[in-house]
């Protein structure tokens, strides 16, 4: 196991105190939620297809479409995309 030294805003370290000892599990939720929004915004912009933003951020399709909804991303649909998503 790697140790990993950050510094953080002295607000930050407050709210993080009481998660001492789950400090793991609060930077793998963290993560995965970094990982969902980075995913819809390339998305959004039209970088990747659905199918590969899922992939990027870890779900599966239908769980990256929940997550789209809930944070108003619409889905885009070309005849391009919609090949590739049934490919």
């Not at 599966?60 to 391009?80: D, F, N």
Request: hydrophobic content about 45%; overall charge negative; proline content about 3%.
């Amino acid at each position: 196991m790697q140790r990993v030294e950050i510094a953080v805003p002295d607000d930050l370290a407050e709210d993080l105190a009481p998660y001492g000892d789950r400090l793991d599990e609060v930077l793998r939720l963290g993560l995965r939620q970094v990982r969902v929004q980075e995913a819809l915004l390339r998305y959004g912009r039209g970088e990747v297809s659905l199918a590969r933003a899922a992939e990027l951020a870890g779900l599966s399709r239908t769980a990256l479409i929940r997550q789209a909804r809930a944070a108003g991303v619409e889905p885009r649909w070309s005849e391009a995309m919609l090949r590739e998503e049934l490919t």
